[in-house]
């Protein structure tokens, strides 16, 4: 692999010294941080981004005969502000250029080709894709970056491969996402994760978003402060949220043309959950799944923020908005304090005049070990590999690779170029989004939809129902079952 990375540094340095454009909308003193310092380099160089002399030793100094690389992309989102990380062109974005120029390097030094097939917007398609090619003994994809709920299942069904033990797969490697290995390995088995390879799963990722204008008119202090102080708790939040209430029209009718404290969704119900600390199931001492959705706290979790949705005066439901304006509109046109939002909503208020400032989401309360960060299963993905590939060496090393290169050139693009300046307009929220992306949560009940039960605590939003013991009596046995089942994979495995 020296050959291959001395390869990839030329490689670099001819296509900065050639590519005006490429090179100049990467170069950090263009948007650097917020206060126009200049921000780490996002460029790839010659050092290795550990502190390991060679952190890719472990791949071999192979070349694949322009092999086509195929991996298939699917969500239940059609959102144009998702990412094909595998099916982009050069020069739209600063994003879109790292993309671009990272599967070049990638090509270039393993002489393969990338295909990437975009299926989005369809339920259960990267399912159904897979298991056919499975079945029929295809490798038609080499790997997937498969939507949340199609993940699960697949995984249960013997369609994916182990993570952990497969080929040069090192999923201890910095560009893995270790909070993704711990939350998601079951038994030591790991069929599906999150990492540099792809940035689906990040923008999944909640936050909320506060209105800072709104802030100003009140003469308050905008919250970063009880964010790093500890204190950032749902309570607060919900102090906030009470003082914040004008019917802008004067028609005496609350809808989505007045003004309220909170604006949420049905899912943010799950979000409330996480942020929390607790989970739909989570892992015992042994690593066996277990159902945590009954204890104390998460039902108060769950109960409290129930209990603030059906205050109808200072917080609204931008799921059924009437009056006009749907849920962005709402926020960009100044109608909601606050908002929990994932990144993917982040380029809907670039060109507004929204003065937004950006948050983790509260803590439960203040002796909560830290801030937690859910993603958004509709709009998330996880990178996988089909259970029949024809040569695993290199589908590994390949999937490895590139990886280990998105983390140099994609992942500094993002974070650096992409939310600093474009979509973050100062250095507390860019502090905000450091801290929500070290802390972020997989909770393997809802991505398993174990006992139906992320359907059952949306059903009590919808019906603002705080009825929760009698419900988690109806959904437990079910849930039980499951668990029962999921366990019993993973132990026969």
């Known amino acids: 692999m020296k050959r291959i990375f001395a390869f990839l540094t030329a490689l670099l340095m001819l296509l900065l010294a050639s590519c005006g454009g490429a090179?100049?909308?990467?170069?950090?003193?263009?948007a650097g941080a917020p206060d126009g310092t200049s921000a780490p380099s996002a460029d790839v160089t010659d050092e290795p981004a550990t502190t390991e002399a060679d952190p890719i030793a472990h791949l071999p100094d192979t070349k694949y005969d322009?092999?086509?690389?195929?991996?298939l992309?699917?969500?239940?989102?059609?959102n144009a502000s998702l990412i094909r990380d595998f099916l982009v062109s050069?020069?739209?974005?600063?994003?879109?250029?790292?993309l671009y120029r990272r599967n070049m390097i990638v090509m270039d030094a393993l002489n393969i080709t990338f295909t990437g097939i975009a299926e989005y917007g369809s339920s259960s398609v990267g399912l159904n894709k897979?298991?056919?090619a499975n079945s029929a003994g295809d490798s038609n994809y080499d790997m997937g970056i498969i939507s949340t709920y199609d993940a699960g299942a697949l995984a249960l069904s013997g369609d994916l491969r182990d993570l952990n033990d497969y080929g040069y797969l090192d999923m201890s490697k910095s560009w893995w996402d270790q909070n993704a290995k711990n939350d998601l390995e079951v038994k030591g088995k790991l069929y599906f994760t999150a990492g540099d390879i792809s940035l689906v799963a990040t923008q999944a990722m909640y936050n909320m978003v506060f209105n800072k204008t709104l802030f100003d008119e009140r003469n308050w202090e905008y919250p970063y402060a009880l964010v790093e102080q500890g204190v950032w708790t749902f309570d607060k939040m919900k102090e906030y949220v009470l003082q914040v209430s004008e019917d802008l029209d004067a028609n005496d009718v609350m809808d989505s043309n007045d003004r309220y404290g909170l604006g949420y969704i049905h899912s943010s119900v799950v979000a409330a959950l996480n942020m929390s600390g607790e989970r739909i199931a989570n892992k015992d001492e042994n690593g066996n799944i277990v159902l945590t959705l009954g204890t104390e706290r998460a039902e108060s979790a769950i109960v409290s923020f129930i209990e603030l949705t059906k205050d109808k005066e200072h917080v609204y439901n931008c799921q059924t908005a009437t009056g006009?304006?749907?849920?962005?509109?709402m926020i960009t046109d100044g109608h909601v304090l606050f908002r929990m939002v994932e990144h993917l909503g982040f380029p809907q208020f670039r060109d507004t005049e929204l003065n937004y400032g950006i948050l983790p989401l509260p803590k439960t309360d203040e002796a909560q070990d830290r801030y937690y960060t859910p993603l958004g299963g509709y709009d998330a993905a996880f990178v996988c590999v089909p259970s029949f590939t024809a040569d695993d060496e290199r589908t590994s090393a390949i999937i490895e690779y590139t990886a280990y290169i998105s983390s140099r050139v994609v992942t500094p693009a993002y974070y650096e170029k992409t939310l600093v300046g474009r979509y973050v307009s100062d250095n507390d929220s860019y502090n905000m989004i450091t801290i929500e992306l070290e802390n972020r949560i997989y909770d393997i009940g809802y991505i398993y939809n174990i006992g139906g039960l992320k359907d059952m605590v949306a059903n009590l939003s919808k019906s603002y129902s705080t009825a929760f013991a009698s419900a988690m009596k109806s959904y437990s046995r079910k849930a039980?079952?499951?668990i029962t089942k999921i366990n019993e994979y993973f132990k026969g495995e």
């Open 73 to 78: 992309m699917t969500n239940l989102n059609s």
């Open 480 to 482: 039980e079952n499951d």
């Open 130 to 132: 897979i298991r056919q």
């Open 324 to 329: 006009g304006k749907n849920s962005v509109t």
């Open 66 to 71: 322009g092999h086509e690389f195929v991996v």
């Open 90 to 98: 050069e020069g739209n974005t600063v994003l879109d250029e790292a």
């Open 23 to 30: 090179a100049s909308s990467m170069d950090t003193t263009e």
